[in-house]
T-cell receptor, first 116, second 115 residues
């Protein structure tokens, strides 16, 4: 299993600014994921971040808007750049780890972002 | 492309009553199916998963789900709901590759429990 923490837990930001969200895992993992959960909607995968390589972005998400770092096997950051009110969402970090014989995704508590 | 449908956006049940949350999926191969719960202000917690074998799977907190390939369904059930079960429930599907990456989530069902 894996225990994940995220910082900050919530933030209120001004339009045009950037916010960096940190994700810390209590064990070394290969694959980390960043999701967005817009108000009243489901989770949408933003990108997959593997240590030592560039993040892989899903359709509709670009590196200039959501740059990701993955400096080691226990840590990742997601930056939301040049924010607009449409970026108001919960951003969740998750990792893939083995549990009870099969791989699972474990999720952090999320970062609730409000852009004014 | 894979997709997940949770037809019920919001369900209200009385404490002690039984619960069934519906989930239908579309996937071109053998799926890897999950149910997650998200309590207010919390991250997602895995309730149960289906990978292979017995189509009735038991999870935490007294939940179970049944995989029905013929109906492309993976409905979540609980025989007696507790007030603490009030939360958002998400069904998800992933590729049967032994990994849990590339999950596709449904839009969620919000469960309200009345006393």
């Amino acid at each position: 299993s894996a225990v994940i923490s995220q910082k900050p837990s919530r933030d209120i930001c001004q339009r045009g600014t950037s916010l960096t969200i940190q994700c810390q895992v209590d064990s070394q993992v290969t694959m980390m994921f960043w999701y967005r959960q817009q108000p009243g909607q489901s989770l949408t995968l933003i990108a997959t971040a593997n240590q030592g390589s560039e993040a892989t972005y899903e359709s509709g998400f670009v590196i200039d808007k959501f740059p990701i770092s993955r400096p080691n096997l226990t840590f990742s950051t997601l930056t939301v750049s040049n924010m607009s009110p449409e970026d108001s969402s919960i951003y969740l970090c998750s990792v893939e780890a083995q549990a009870r014989g099969y791989n699972e995704q474990f999720f952090g508590p999320g970062t609730r972002l409000t852009v004014l | 492309a894979q997709s997940v449908t949770q037809p019920d956006i919001h369900i209200t049940v009385s404490e002690g009553a039984s619960l069934e949350l519906r989930c239908n999926y579309s996937y071109g191969a053998t799926p890897y199916l999950f149910w997650y719960v998200q309590s207010p202000g919390q991250g997602l917690q895995l309730l149960l998963k289906y990978f292979s074998g017995d189509t009735l799977v038991q999870g935490i907190k007294g939940f179970e789900a049944e995989f029905k390939r013929s109906q492309s369904s993976f409905n979540l059930r609980k025989p007696s709901v507790h007030w603490s079960d009030a939360a958002e429930y998400f069904c998800a599907v992933g590729p049967f590759t032994g990994t849990a990456s590339k999950l596709t989530f449904g839009t969620g069902t919000r469960l309200q429990v009345t006393l």
